[in-house]
């Protein structure tokens, strides 16, 4: 078996040592590298040789690259590096990093020409003041020799491991047998459809049925392609933490049966829930696991390897026993795992690493999306970008002495703004190009500052400085799929303060490119319909495969009532309170058992659970509140046990709106007080503007279609197993009409109520 590495991965594998350090510097963009090589290059005599193709084989490794140049007047190997600040604080494992690229194609260098030796060097350039450091070593053919051979024998040895792991894994994925005794109704339909996606190699959109086993139905079949399409790695990618569980839950079964392959399962989570350190910075100056991270990372890479399911607790052990940072090991582990569970951010944000590892590996992959419907909002949020006045104000004023001048040309440009602006809210076609270039000024003057001070700055004016980066980046990217509002606020009564967004509508551009470089991806949920609004909103490509899968439920299961002599809209509000109360009581006394009431806001809710409390004091009840911590919402969830009685109340969209599992009699009905329309406000209404514009359905796209699916997906929670029985009450007279019945789950056998207010 032959293997090939690029000089720069094999360095990157075998030659980092010391700490990790993130502190931040800011280094040139890719652009300004580009052209601090070509200045080099311009800067030698006429024989020397630029972006030099080299190669070697060590046993069965070829190592393969590009050396930056090559002066044979000099017999001199050049590696050039692009930075900006002071050279003298750069940190001693980088340089040692750069070193071992250096070397390693002066070897492949020596080896093309037949070279007994060779000049190489280091050249620094500095891309602000274009000067070049240079550091020159002569090598003997020999000594270069023995130093690739060491670094290629310890690569190798991994990529020997890695390839039996490989060949192990797909010879046993072949054989997998389904996990269960049999596939449970519309399970195999869906798997066949993915197992047919992977292998044409196209995109699948798969509206199925909550209670179906979705998560097994579409992992499995995904593995099942691993050998024949020859697939490096399946990201199984969810919006919230519930989805990923299910995912490690679908992922335990499969390692655990009789024929399962070795697999390798990585959950990947957010920083800030993995950190050992909470008060530390990541450097070795003050975290101990960022102390010595790389030398000690090779066992702990070791040891992860030889684990299946690393899941954050799994990998907390093996990072503390080796002493390295939990979250950087997840980040490294995700080159080496087969199976990675995460977040939608860590494939489709700007700078996602599972999109950025596919994209420098070249590795073939296959996503899965649950909960896909949950992509349109999450893709809005990754790609718009957002400026608080008074968190400006307050870091000018803390800000060091040499930042307080374009901070302040920052604030100037922004009041310029208030006096064109008359009410609280305006939308405009374009972002201001002065307060644009103030901003992207005023960014690279923070960053020549933290060159010059590692230390950093202050935890909010570092918040602010990403945040300026974010608004530069998007206002670069501006085009008719964007807004740019301005919301004043008076914080202070002496002046307007406001908030700048740049207001993703449409996230299909950035969405669409990142579907079509997986070999295929799968977008699945209970609620994709209508079609071409997820398509038109996700980027699907042109040969997107889209299926509904038959629910294996029945409409006996579930009786659905519309509530139609009741309106929840907000004008109606506080005469629906009474009727809701007496409907909700009613239902309980005829069928006691757990029930959850949904409500369009903390305000409605609160109100109708406190006149439930009064007038039926008999009525166990518990409610969702703002900014429950997952501890607190799993107690809200643990209330609903199989021999209990009492309504849980919840704001529709919320934690508990979805992804929540509750079968038999944990749950037996559900009442849903809202439409689930968006709030009508003023940006709302642009967004209904703009989607009007570019698709001719304002209110449907803006309001109607991501109501209705909130609303299925609350209903969903009821109906969970084919022995199942239940009852969902649509509280709202607009539940009747025609254009909403049509969005519906065709399973439901949709009755208006004969409850009537006041009987």
């Known amino acids: 078996m032959s293997y090939s590495i690029a000089v720069r991965a094999l360095c990157e594998f075998t030659a980092k040592v010391g700490d990790l350090d993130l502190r931040f510097t800011p280094s040139p963009t890719a652009l300004e590298g580009i052209v601090g090589h070509r200045t080099v290059a311009s800067r030698r005599s006429e024989g020397y040789q630029s972006e030099v193709a080299l190669e070697g084989l060590f046993k069965s490794l070829k190592v393969k690259g590009r050396a930056d140049g090559y002066d044979p007047t000099q017999n001199c190997l050049e590696e050039v590096k692009t930075y900006r600040g002071d050279l003298n604080k750069q940190p001693a494992n980088h340089r040692q990093l750069h070193w071992a690229q250096a070397k390693v194609y002066g070897w492949l260098m020596c080896q093309k020409l037949v070279l007994e030796q060779i000049n190489v060097a280091l050249v620094y350039f500095d891309i602000v003041s274009e000067k070049e450091t240079c550091l020159v070593e002569s090598f003997s053919a020999g000594q270069l020799q023995v130093f690739f051979e060491q670094h290629c024998r310890l690569f190798l040895h991994w990529a020997e491991q890695e390839e039996a792991h490989r060949e192990a894994r797909n010879g046993a994925a072949q054989q997998l047998q389904f996990p269960h005794a049999g596939f449970r109704p519309g399970q195999r339909h869906l798997a066949e459809s993915v197992f047919k996606a992977v292998s044409t190699g196209r995109c699948l959109m798969a509206q199925a049925p909550t209670g179906i086993g979705k998560t097994v139905g579409t992992l499995f079949p995904m593995l099942k392609t691993l050998a024949p399409q020859q697939l490096d790695k399946v990201f199984f990618l969810t919006a919230k933490t519930p989805g990923r569980k299910l995912a490690l839950d679908a992922a335990q079964v499969i390692l655990d049966s009789a024929d399962a392959p070795p697999l390798r399962v990585l959950e990947m989570i957010a920083r800030d829930k993995a950190c050992e350190h909470p008060g530390s910075a990541c450097h070795g100056e003050s975290c101990p696991l960022a102390r010595g991270f790389y030398d000690r990372l090779p066992a702990a890479r070791q040891a992860a390897s030889e684990l299946r399911l690393l899941d954050q607790n799994a990998l907390r052990e093996v990072a503390l026993a080796h002493q390295v940072c939990p979250y950087y090991l997840s980040q490294e582990m995700a080159r080496w795992a087969d199976v990675v569970v995460a977040d939608y951010n860590y494939y489709f944000d700007f700078s996602a690493l599972l999109f950025g590892l596919c994209q420098a590996n070249q590795l073939k992959v296959a996503v899965l999306v649950d909960e896909a419907h949950n992509l349109v909002e999450r893709g809005r949020q990754m790609y718009s970008a957002s400026l608080d006045q008074a968190t400006l104000n307050g870091v000018r004023k803390t800000a060091p002495e040499a930042l307080k001048k374009p901070l302040q040309r920052v604030n100037r440009e922004w009041n310029a703004l208030h006096s064109q602006q008359l009410g609280v809210y305006q939308a ?99 609620t994709l319909s209508p079609r071409h609004y997820y398509a038109d909103l996700l980027g699907t490509p042109a040969s997107t495969v889209c299926i509904d899968v038959e629910s294996p439920f029945h409409a006996d299961q579930l009786q659905v009532h519309i509530v139609n002599r009741i309106s929840t809209r907000f004008v109606h509000r506080q005469a629906s309170l009474a009727p809701i109360v007496e409907l909700i009581a009613r239902q309980f006394s005829q069928r006691p058992g757990n029930y959850l009431a949904f409500f369009s806001s903390f305000d409605y809710l609160q109100q ?77 209404e642009q967004m209904k503007r703009r989607m009007a514009a570019i698709f001719g359905a304002g209110y449907d796209y803006t309001y109607l279609f991501p109501g209705v699916q909130k609303v299925v997906q609350a209903a969903g929670r009821v109906i969970r197993t084919q022995q199942d029985q239940g009852v969902v009450m649509l509280i709202d007279d607009r539940f009747g009409e025609g254009k909403v019945k049509q969005l519906l789950p065709r399973w439901w056998s949709v009755e208006p109520t004969l409850f009537h207010p006041g009987q």
């Open 428 to 526: 405009y076609d374009k972002p201001p190009e002065k307060l644009l270039q103030a901003l992207s000024s005023c960014s690279a003057s923070i960053g020549d500052f933290l060159n010059d001070h590692p230390q950093g700055l202050d935890s909010a004016l570092q918040s602010f400085y990403f945040d300026m980066l974010q608004f530069c980046r998007v206002g670069e990217l501006f085009d008719e799929q964007y807004l740019f509002d301005i919301s004043k606020r008076d914080l202070d009564r002496k002046r307007n303060l406001s908030q700048l967004c740049l207001r993703n509508v449409v996230p299909a551009g950035f969405i669409g490119p990142r579907l079509t470089a997986a070999r295929s991806t799968v977008l699945f949920s209970a």
């Open 608 to 684: 109708v659970a406190q006149l439930l409390a009064e007038r039926h004091p008999q009525i166990n009840l518990w409610s969702q509140s703002r900014g429950m911590t997952e501890e607190q919402r799993q107690q809200f969830l643990d209330q609903f046990t199989a021999d209990g009685q009492g309504v849980g109340f919840a704001v529709l969209g919320g934690a508990f709106g979805e992804g929540i599992d509750l079968p038999g009699a944990r749950l037996i009905g559900a009442f849903i007080a809202t439409l689930g329309l968006a709030q009508l406000n003023p940006v709302n």
